[in-house]
């Protein structure tokens, strides 16, 4: 069958880009027989051909590729926003935490264990999403899910922060970095880590580290970009959407955000298949039923299609995207299913290790 509005050089346009980062012009010759494989591929697994050269009708996103799509904002939203930073910076630090910067520049607040039960807790790790001043924004939710004192970090991503600057952190110098910052603060202890919205990026970054899987023993996923990010939902959503919303307004067009999604951002490196999750790791899926960037009912499906039972999901009708993160009655409803998860993993604890006192501190949990 012959695709109508899509020419095969369109198609070649899409694949170098998807496959190989280069405009099909600058591929070398394995590259280019790798693409006639793929056509030949479409053509006896989906019976899809296409026109030969270019129609001009459907052009392909190539979010890499395309020019930053940027609203102006003035330079006092930054200097508000770094002062709001500032700001939320002394607010930490009277509540225990401290500052922490790896070599590499991850910037993460870190307060240790608050008494002697806590410290038998799981260090709890937490990544923002896109939000003016980052981790700022969200200081009530995140307080909320360490008010049991437990080793806490809350990590940093000025990127994604309205945050004047264009330099950027790989994946591998992103991990590096949680590495450094999490053995300097609390040893090779097991995890707990959460993200909300991108913040779901580098857990699933960290859940593929060979340092790092084999300790994260807990995984939270709050409105999570990541999962089924090869579908166009989320970067329709995000880069692409024209006109006023607030998503857009406050996030989706500002210039250091978008320069790092469109430049840095390699979005085939970042999707969360459920099936590569370690068995080992407890893990929440938590979305929202009118999320405006994450497709939440197809997300639903296929959770519900091939994991149902295998982790946690909460699927809050009504909600938009960030809800849960400004509604208290949503922070119970997750740290019930968190605290019941972390029970299952200390009964899960070698018998060799002593772990009455582990029993005690999370039965504390569950009142």
């Known amino acids: 069958m012959t695709v109508e509005n899509i020419g095969k050089d369109e198609v070649d346009e899409f694949l170098a880009w998807s496959l190989f980062e280069k405009e099909p012009g600058d591929m070398v010759e394995w590259e280019k027989d790798e693409l006639e494989v793929c056509h030949l591929l479409l053509r006896q697994k989906l019976n899809l051909a296409f026109e030969p050269g270019r129609l001009n ?4 996103r190539r979010l890499s590729k395309e ?5 102006h904002r003035p330079l006092v939203i930054y200097l508000l926003v770094a002062l709001f ?18 070599k590499t520049g991850v910037v993460a607040w870190f ?13 709890r790790l937490f990544f923002h999403g896109v939000a003016p ?32 600057g264009f330099r950027a952190l790989t994946e591998i110098e992103y991990v590096k970095g949680i590495v450094e910052v999490v053995n300097r603060s609390v040893g090779d202890r097991n995890l707990s880590i959460v993200g909300h919205s991108f913040g779901s990026v580098p857990l699933t970054w960290m859940i593929r580290s060979s340092e790092l899987k084999d300790r994260v023993h807990q995984m939270v996923l709050l409105d999570p970009v990541t999962i089924m990010l090869s579908e166009p939902d ?10 006023i919303s607030l998503i857009r307004m406050v996030a989706g067009s500002e210039l250091f955000t978008i320069y790092y999604l469109r430049r840095h951002f390699a979005w085939y490196n970042s999707e969360l298949w459920l099936e590569d999750i370690p068995e080992h790791t407890q893990t929440v899926v938590a979305l929202s039923q009118k999320d405006e960037i994450v497709n939440a009912e197809k997300v639903r499906e296929y959770v519900e299609l091939g994991f149902s039972g295998k982790l946690d999901l909460l699927f809050w009708n009504g909600a938009s995207h960030g809800k849960c993160v400004y509604t208290p009655s949503k922070w119970r409803e997750l740290k019930q299913v968190m605290n019941r998860q972390e029970s299952s993993i200390v009964k899960s604890i070698d018998q060799s290790e002593d772990f009455g006192s582990y029993l005690d501190c999370y039965s504390q949990l569950e009142d």
Do not use: W
């Open 57 to 60: 009708i459907m052009r392909p």
């Open 67 to 71: 020019d930053v799509d940027t609203l």
């Open 85 to 102: 930073k500032a700001l939320a910076g002394l607010l930490l630090m009277a509540f225990g935490f401290r500052k922490i910067v790896s």
């Open 111 to 123: 307060r240790p264990a608050r008494h002697a039960n806590a410290k038998q807790l799981m260090p």
């Open 133 to 164: 001043g980052g981790v700022s924004m969200y200081l009530p939710f995140a307080f909320s899910l360490v008010s049991d004192g437990r080793a806490s970090f809350l990590f940093e991503n000025p990127n994604i922060s309205c945050t004047i």
């Open 234 to 243: 989320v970067m329709v959503s995000f880069l692409y959407k024209t006109g």
